[in-house]
């Protein structure tokens, strides 16, 4: 049997799935991005998982797909990212599961390989779309015509940092204060909520009819759709998929609102509908794995 490995290297967590040729998942795991090994031992305890998990099932290793929160050098495997990979600047992972596996090995940014794995479950298919990956940072990942969309070197576009009408107390590390993910991503939603109102951001909201409520909901849906716009803007997507290990909170409190501002909106920003990941938190690893098998991407 043909198995097929991928990886999700995340700010909070590194999740695996393997497939078989029918890209059924066969075996799923998480562990802490900063659990108690240094990250070099994390990624010798997965590829140890993994390793076992195949001799139990007798199967082949054909290929790998990694998936990682950016930047990350597509073509080498380096990670470049102190920000929201701090430690792991410089581990090539690439290179470390080709000299332990000896199979092909792909690299990629860690939203395109999540909107690979919730783009496979779309039926019918959507040519164009958007996935945006609400988590320890934000991650934004275009496919047009089916196929994801790269620049010519071996880096992903950091979509997450463009401007949106929404200002922050602090900047960025990007060194801007009107940054969508240092507005949106779970560490700024986190942070705001407690500078502002000394509470998480679920204790904020508990109360719809408070003016806290009000205001920060305000903010948040404000910064979302005015990024949306913009991508909506420039690649008129059919469909925004919404991911990532923020996305139940994005879904519970913001996309509803957001879904209804872009409603309003004139078709110059085209009509983008906004969708729940159906896979949640397994798809930038099943993404990885699916880019493993070369049917996709
Ligand atoms: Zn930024």
Do not use: W
Not at 15 to 22: E, Y
Not at 136 to 157: A, M, N
Not at 245 to 269: A, K, N, S, W
Request: aromatic share 8%.
């Amino acid at each position: 049997m043909n198995l097929y490995v991928g990886y999700d290297i995340g700010g909070t967590s590194i999740k695996s799935a393997i497939i078989d040729q029918k890209r059924t998942i066969l075996y799923q795991d998480s562990v802490a991005t900063y659990g108690l090994h240094d990250p070099l031992h994390t990624i010798k305890a997965l590829m140890e998982q993994t390793k076992t998990f195949i001799a139990e099932r007798k199967g082949s290793l054909t290929a790998i797909g990694i998936g990682c929160t950016g930047p990350v050098n597509r073509k080498t495997g380096a990670i470049h990212n102190p920000y929201t990979l701090p430690g792991y600047e410089g581990v090539n992972i690439k290179t470390m599961m080709e000299t332990e596996f000896e199979v092909p090995v792909i690299c990629e940014n860690d939203a395109n390989a999540a909107h690979v794995g919730e783009a496979s479950m779309m039926d019918p298919a959507v040519p164009n779309s958007i996935m945006i990956t609400f988590g320890t940072g934000i991650g934004v990942s275009v496919r047009l015509g089916g196929k994801l969309f790269r620049l010519p070197g071996p880096f992903h576009p950091e979509i997450g940092h463009i401007s949106v009408g929404v200002g922050s107390p602090d900047l960025c590390y990007c060194n801007k204060s009107h940054c969508f993910e240092h507005v949106m991503s779970g560490s700024g939603i986190n942070r705001y909520a407690m500078d502002t109102y000394g509470q998480s951001p679920e204790e904020v909201l508990k109360n719809p009819d408070s003016e806290q409520y009000r205001k920060f909901l305000a903010r948040m849906v404000d910064a979302t759709t005015e990024a949306i716009i913009t991508l909506s803007i420039l690649f008129n997507p059919e469909v925004v998929f919404i991911g990532g290990g923020m996305h139940l909170f994005i879904c519970r409190y913001v996309m509803g609102p957001v879904q209804e501002r872009l409603d309003t909106l004139l078709p110059v920003y085209g009509k983008t509908v906004l969708k729940d990941s159906q896979i949640g938190p397994l798809a930038g690893c099943y993404g990885a794995a699916m880019l493993a098998t070369g049917q996709s991407g």
